[in-house]
């Protein structure tokens, strides 16, 4: 029997917070109490705001069901393991949809797991490979927790970062945002050396430490993590524009594109869109980008990227021969 009432409630949440109803009287057995002690801590997690949902017949059941208000979620060993094994996978190689938000929960969950399970977690991928789409350059993990843990903190973070040209230098930065760009996570940040805004590839930054020394968030010039992203790529001539146009509505594209991307322009009959962008994908993997959209589209600018979607096509074509 549980006699420890938080312990108990716990367990009952972690129950509750399973997709299915469960019988008052399959809980008690479970909890090792009576049915009255069920419904007292039903009550319990109502007023903590749950919200648990009963049904009446021969033995009542309970279920949780969708709120207002996210409450925090209770997960066993398997489920707190399986999750920060998924999230790491994927926020190591900057897959597409596992943005910052992705990254922040990571670093929450990760700093909560005790060390038992956190071993389990770092057995599990050190042992395990994964598919991922993309050839972009994969990222520790841990790299990103603790730039995600800064900027929700909003605590200043040191690190060493290698320029493209090989140079080593050591930063003190005021965070701002992490940004996916589906292929490499950048970092927009404010450099306290130099006194300015300043992008950082996460996969040339080691070492990453936060200072303890909290800040007050500036302005950033452009309001926007992804636009001053793609500014600072055009500035620095790594990057090239893209005109794109698709025969769909522009919120029916705009849903398919990554954020980074920017909004897709509508056009005057409301059923056609025109995308201009600033990217610094190699235009292969901007054309398989765009292919995998499943929208008809067609690439004005630049020459280079109408050349290899052209060359996409007839190689798809051939392989489809005789199927």
Do not use: N
């Amino acid at each position: 029997m549980t006699t420890d009432t938080p312990a108990r409630l716990l367990t009952l949440l972690s129950l509750l917070q399973t997709p299915r109803e469960w019988p008052g009287g399959e809980l008690a057995d479970r909890l090792g109490v009576s049915r009255r002690t069920v419904r007292r801590d039903i009550d319990r997690l109502r007023e903590l705001g749950y919200p648990v949902q009963a049904t009446m017949g021969a033995d009542g059941g309970y279920r949780l069901v969708a709120g207002k208000a996210m409450p925090p979620l209770v997960l066993d060993d398997e489920e707190a393991v399986a999750i920060a094994v998924g999230l790491r996978a994927g926020a190591g190689h900057a897959v597409e949809g596992v943005d910052e938000a992705s990254v922040r929960a990571l670093a929450k969950l990760e700093q909560v797991l005790p060390s038992r399970l956190r071993h389990r977690v770092a057995t599990l991928q050190a042992a395990t490979t994964p598919l991922i789409s993309g050839d972009g350059p994969s990222i520790a993990p841990e790299t990103l927790t603790v730039m995600a843990s800064a900027v929700a903190g909003r605590e200043r973070l040191r690190f060493a970062y290698r320029a493209g040209d090989g140079t080593e230098t050591r930063r003190v930065t005021e965070p701002y945002r992490l940004v996916s760009t589906g292929r490499r996570w950048y970092l927009v940040a404010y450099d306290l050396d130099r006194e300015d805004w300043r992008t950082f590839r996460v996969d040339r930054v080691s070492g990453p430490s936060a200072t303890g020394a909290r800040f007050a968030p500036r302005e950033l010039p452009t309001g926007s993590a992804a636009e001053y992203l793609r500014r600072s790529m055009q500035r620095h001539g790594d990057s090239y524009e893209i005109v794109v146009a698709f025969d769909a509505p522009a919120e029916v594209v705009a849903a398919r594109l990554p954020q980074w991307l920017g909004e897709p322009e509508a056009a005057d009959d409301g059923a056609s869109c025109v995308l201009r962008a600033t990217v610094s994908d190699a235009v292969e993997w901007m054309a398989l980008r765009l292919a995998m959209l499943d929208v008809d589209f067609r690439v004005r600018e630049p020459v280079e990227l109408v050349e290899c979607v052209r060359g996409l096509g007839a190689r798809l074509a051939r392989a489809a021969e005789g199927v």
